[in-house]
């Protein structure tokens, strides 16, 4: 059974949780136990598998699966001419990475949501979302070909827009819902047209094939721009970020949290495009520097933003979009020095490993942030600043769990949002002392957000509007303690983890070759 499950795991990771969701309206059927064990049983088996996938790729190398195929390790079966013709799923070092946390995340975010949506109704399409973001996560982070990203893109797109407009408020989040659905959709457009202009050329949508063909002609680069610009889209990348205001905002907490991990996806999928697609064949200078910028641009004008906002969730969504800008800084940094090995030992590999370890990182200490902003609101009935004060007294779990989160989240040590922020200002600062200010400054400015946060909602007496806000359930706390010990521990740890999975990532990236010989049989 074991083997069975081990050699069919990319399969599982996305048939799993498929099956979750569209048998969620029969068993919802039986009642709201049944429900919650099957949603929890199905993201907590999707979670194991993708640590399986994790395992056997670090240990034995890239695994690749051929759906249809007589033997699934296979991409090229004699009936196929020479090029992989079926779906293939390449998972390396990096898909394996971005699996793993996503799953997780979306266990957590599920398990969470038991307690948090236990009065709305609609649970069995709010959980079946769940799962089909999942799905379309994993099946973006997973997939070798381009044309199943596309559609595993617009399944996140579809799920998360729906998500989003799950709880009406008067329309409000209806609205967003829709701004979220249509600027997904525009990125996926973009994606989509850039796939046809490459199949166009090199007549097949597998990423490992386009790669050896790639010659880097006009339209090649037309295709990069129109990648560039709709991953960055999804990633919410400063100037094109306008949808995550409105989206993290309205949308619950939960899935808010989980919406951070979607939007990595997009920025996964912007990093394999750069590195694994078009790899050298690209001036990598300029796009790196093209990178650089998105990523500064992203920090310094999101904190900006974030700092006279009235509403928490608002002021949170801001911040993402900053913290956004440090893995897109310390990756940008390592396509730069793309192809100078001397420059890329002494400081382009560590900031690769810092802006990727930073993804996970974001995901942790951001996805803490917006359940304790989901709490306070359950709690509350309010994202207004202005409109709190005095939680600190009746919700003590939560304000912890907010201070370990925005300590994180500012990079104050010993928690992981240090940990990754100091690989990168040390690398960046090699590269160019300035940007490593900048960041630097960021960070303080970052800091300073918080401090006002924390003492807007948990300082001061006790609010009489506020007299029956008590502390929240324990599933809720439960999925916050869990991701707040997660955040202590990958900064106390964090040469192990970069050791053992970072690292691992960085050069699945940077070695193009290795990608393209997965699929060819040279690994």
């Not at 940990?419 to 400015?445: D, G, H, N």
């Not at 007496?461 to 324990?474: I, M, N, T």
């Amino acid at each position: 059974m074991m083997d069975f499950i081990i050699a069919n795991a990319p399969a599982l990771l996305i048939a799993l949780p498929m099956l979750g969701a569209f048998a969620l309206p029969l068993v919802g059927r039986l009642g709201d136990s049944a429900r919650t064990g099957w949603v929890l049983g199905v993201g907590l088996i999707t979670f194991v598998i993708a640590a399986l996938l994790a395992w056997t790729v670090l240990s034995g190398g890239p695994v690749l699966y051929t759906f249809g195929a007589a033997s699934p390790a296979d991409a090229l079966p004699a009936d196929s001419g020479g090029i992989p013709i079926r779906i293939v799923f390449t998972v390396d070092a990096m898909s394996a990475f971005m699996a793993v946390f996503a799953s997780f995340v979306g266990f957590i975010t599920c398990l969470y949501s038991v307690a948090s949506e236990r009065r709305s109704s609609g649970k069995d399409g709010y959980y079946a979302l769940m799962l089909l973001l999942l799905v379309g996560i994993l099946g973006m982070v997973c997939t070798g070909d381009l044309f199943n990203f596309f559609v595993f893109l617009e399944i996140n797109s579809l799920a998360g827009a729906a998500l989003v407009a799950y709880r009406i408020d008067k329309g409000v989040s209806v609205e967003a819902g829709l701004k979220y659905g249509f600027l997904s959709t525009l990125a996926g457009l973009m994606v989509l047209y850039a796939i046809a202009l490459l199949y166009g050329q090199y007549d097949s949508l597998n990423m490992a094939v386009i790669a050896s063909r790639m010659s880097y002609t006009m339209l090649d680069k037309v295709a990069l721009a129109l990648f560039v610009a709709g991953l960055a889209l999804k990633a919410g990348a400063v100037p094109l970020h306008f949808w995550t205001p409105d989206a993290y905002s309205m949308a619950p907490g939960a899935v808010t949290a989980f919406l951070v991990v979607a939007s990595q996806a997009g920025l996964y999928g912007l990093f394999r495009i750069l590195f694994s697609v078009y790899g050298l064949t690209l001036s990598y200078v300029t796009v790196g520097w093209a990178v650089i910028i998105l990523g500064v641009l992203s920090m310094f004008v999101g904190v900006t933003m974030a700092i006279p906002q009235k509403d928490v969730k608002r002021l949170m969504a801001y911040h993402a979009v900053s913290q956004s800008g440090y893995m897109l800084l310390g990756v940008g940094v390592g396509l730069v020095v793309l192809g100078d090995a001397a420059a890329m030992d002494a400081f382009g590999r560590t900031a690769m490993e810092g802006g990727i370890f930073h993804i996970v990182n974001h995901a942790m200490y951001k996805g803490l942030l917006f359940l304790t902003a989901g709490a306070i609101f359950l709690q509350t009935g309010t994202r207004n600043l202005n409109k709190m004060g005095g939680l600190g007294h009746s919700m003590k779990w939560t304000m912890l769990f907010f201070i370990i989160g925005a300590l994180a989240i500012a990079g104050i040590p010993p928690f992981n949002g240090f940990a990754s922020k100091l690989m990168i200002y040390e690398s960046v600062f090699a590269f160019s002392p300035v940007i490593a200010v900048i960041a630097m400054v960021v960070s303080i400015l970052t800091l300073a957000s918080f401090v006002k946060v924390f003492h807007a909602i948990f300082m001061g007496p006790e609010q009489p509007r506020h007299a029956d806000a008590g502390e929240v359930p324990k599933p809720m706390l439960a999925a916050m303690a869990v991701l707040a010990l997660l955040t202590i521990l990958m900064g106390v740890f964090p040469e192990q983890i970069v050791t053992t999975v970072i690292a691992p990532a960085a050069d699945a990236l940077i070695d193009q070759s290795a990608y393209v010989a997965t699929v060819f049989g040279g690994i």
